[in-house]
């Protein structure tokens, strides 16, 4: 029994051989990216900004966000396009194990830096009809495990109709489809609450999303999204 515990990595190695997403070189079974790999990446530089709206490039690109404070890991740019597309119609572990090391190493890298910490997460959460059509919340299932040891997760957060697909619509038409699409069901006051999504676009949906916490109180609200779509 002992031989079997000592040499179960192994042998789970020998049936499902491992490479590094980027450069196929072989790595350990529990990673997606080499060392080399993770830090060759263009991730964003937390120690300079831990709020990245005070980076002026990102203010500039996002003038008009209603939460206070910004995180993320890198702008929509390969290959965290790639991944997040992969990963979202096709659910590849893979991908899911990478942006997991990505967000893992910049998580540990903004609690280092900033002086101030959620209280409570908040994971985006998709219309009923659209979870159960996909199956799957993928934002849930990559930041979910990663979280759990920084603050707890809250389910407070309802969407309360269905929108439209917000890539599909203008501006005007954005606002509009957006206008009371989410409710808070729990009083959040002096909470510090972070809202994790994906990809911030215009950051419409976390900005409708910030005004249903600070209805319910919430005195500051951070955004936490994989990726940023630069301008
Ligand atoms: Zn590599």
Known sequence: MTYFTSELPAIINWFF?????QCHSPIKHCAA???YCLEDLPLF???EHTNLLQRPDIYEMFPN??????????????????????????NKIHYKVALQQVIQKQLIQLFFFSPTRPDIFIILPLHNSRFLARGFNQVSQVWQPLLSEYAPINKSLIRN????????????KRM???????VCTQD??????????????TGATLN???RALKEAGAKHVWAFTTCLTPL
């Open 17 to 21: 051989p491992s490479s590094c997403v």
């Open 33 to 35: 990216l080499c060392d």
């Open 176 to 182: 509009k489809n957006l206008k009371g699409a989410f």
């Open 65 to 90: 966000c209603e939460f206070d404070s910004l995180f993320s890991c890198a702008f929509y740019q390969p290959p965290f396009d790639y991944w997040l597309k992969k990963l979202k119609f096709n």
């Open 208 to 210: 409708a999303a910030t």
């Open 45 to 47: 530089n937390l120690a």
């Open 188 to 201: 959040m006051s002096d909470k510090t609450v972070a809202i994790i999504d994906d990809v911030m676009t």
């Open 161 to 172: 109709k269905k929108t439209q697909a917000q890539s599909a619509l203008s501006k005007a």
